[in-house]
């Protein structure tokens, strides 16, 4: 409805402008008013438009959503959703040829989530630079270390794994 009144008013200025000669100075000043309405107007609506309340609960450090591997014409696409409550997180895909000992193939500096929203953080491995077949995330962080579930790609390189 407030619409419908905003796009009646341009229409009458609309009309007075073609009937009243005004100048350029007073037109700006009139199309600055009608934008200001239109964007008092929208913004109202959309206030209006909420109706269900959240209560927002206290959130753990960080929450791996999901942890994905794909191999495709050698190369290892690595992708993590994460939510983070917390900042100076460090990301470390390791490999390892037997499951125990794993080296450091990539990293990535981890960020604060916006608003509790989950983060995707992506990796790109060239099998060429590395033989090893079983992977995992090191999450490195000022109080603790811990690591994700592996992905094995031991037992056969064209299939896509999913740890959740």
Same mark, same amino acid.
């Given at each position: 409805?407030?619409?419908?009144?905003?796009?009646?008013?341009?229409?009458?200025?609309?009309?007075?402008?073609?009937?009243?000669?005004?100048?350029?100075?007073?037109? *700006?000043?009139?199309?600055?008013?009608?934008?200001?309405?239109?964007?008092?107007?929208?913004?109202?609506?959309?206030?209006? *438009?909420?109706?269900?309340?959240?209560?927002?609960?206290?959130?753990?450090?960080?929450?791996v959503k999901q942890f994905t591997a794909?191999?495709?014409?050698?190369?290892?696409?690595?992708?993590?959703?994460?939510?983070?409550?917390?900042?100076?997180?460090?990301?470390?895909?390791?490999?390892?040829?037997?499951?125990?000992?794993?080296?450091?193939? *990539?990293?990535?500096?981890?960020?604060?989530?916006p608003n509790s929203q989950p983060l995707?953080?992506?990796?790109?491995?060239?099998?060429?630079?590395?033989?090893?077949?079983?992977?995992?995330?090191?999450?490195?962080?000022?109080?603790?270390?811990?690591?994700?579930?592996?992905?094995?790609?031991?037992?056969?390189?064209?299939?896509?794994?999913?740890?959740?």
């Open positions: 409805m407030k619409i419908e009144k905003v796009i009646n008013n341009i229409q009458r200025l609309y009309i007075m402008k073609i009937s009243i000669q005004l100048n350029p100075l007073k037109q *700006a000043i009139i199309a600055s008013i009608i934008a200001i309405l239109l964007l008092f107007a929208t913004n109202k609506l959309r206030a209006q *438009a909420v109706v269900n309340k959240v209560t927002f609960e206290p959130t753990l450090e960080y929450i794909k191999y495709i014409q050698n190369k290892f696409y690595f992708k993590f959703l994460i939510q983070e409550n917390r900042e100076d997180v460090d990301y470390a895909l390791e490999s390892s040829f037997d499951g125990v000992n794993f080296n450091e193939v *990539a990293t990535k500096e981890g960020v604060k989530s995707l953080y992506c990796f790109i491995i060239d099998d060429t630079t590395t033989s090893d077949r079983i992977f995992r995330v090191k999450i490195t962080s000022r109080e603790e270390v811990t690591y994700s579930n592996l992905l094995d790609f031991s037992s056969a390189t064209d299939q896509t794994l999913v740890n959740k």
